[in-house]
């Protein structure tokens, strides 16, 4: 997983509320195990037309909104089903972060296992930044100081510190599981010499 620190991007912005997971990604591109390639697919019936032609006034096929790393979204954002395409697909696509005043549990957790910061922000704060995105201005994200910083503004944020470790460091869990391997094999020893019979083909 890339290590996340800080980012600066025009954010884009999409403020619909309880955008779903079958938004976010259809369940006709949930076949793949492979967490490249979805990204042409994100927001798929919102971005294209019956005929697959990209939709012009869809905010993520215009200028410079196909570039944006981060997304303002509409509140529940990631509601629905559990499925872990829908940051593959974001990440893929290049958003590495998202701002909304709120999320759907299973969603903000899976953001965070795939490198993805998913940032809470009162309404009142999202309008402020929205005016950025409109005026098609950069923002900056720095997670080591919790901060957004829109031009001589700063916006503070909470972030859990073990997930802000994992973001910083890049662990997901396949990851923190081999910071432990020594621990691991320590115990598969002392677990083989007690009880020899369960290592037996």
């Not at 955008?19 to 793949?32: N, V």
């Not at 972030?159 to 599981?177: R, V």
Request: proline share 3%; net charge neutral.
């Amino acid at each position: 997983m890339q290590k996340f620190n800080s980012l600066k991007s025009i954010p884009a912005y999409l403020l619909i509320v309880n955008i779903d997971t079958d938004m976010i990604i259809p369940k006709q591109f949930l076949k793949t195990i492979k967490r490249t390639g979805l990204g042409k697919n994100l927001f798929f019936e919102m971005r294209y037309d019956d005929n697959g032609k990209e939709i012009e006034d869809f905010i993520l096929n215009t200028e410079p909104y196909r570039n944006s790393k981060i997304l303002i979204a509409g509140k529940n954002f990631g509601c629905g089903s559990s499925r872990e395409h829908a940051p593959w697909a974001l990440l893929d696509f290049g958003i590495t972060c998202v701002i909304s005043s709120s999320y759907a549990d299973i969603f903000y957790s899976n953001c965070f296992k795939n490198g993805i910061l998913p940032i809470i922000l009162e309404e009142k704060k999202i309008k402020e930044l929205l005016e950025y995105s409109k005026r098609k201005e950069e923002i900056s994200i720095d997670l080591e100081g919790e901060k957004i910083i829109y031009g001589n503004n700063e916006l503070k944020f909470n972030i859990d510190p073990f997930k802000k470790k994992c973001l910083l460091e890049g662990l997901d869990d396949i990851a923190l599981s081999l910071e432990k391997s020594k621990k691991i094999t320590s115990f598969e020893k002392y677990l083989k010499d007690k009880k020899p019979w369960i290592f037996n083909d």
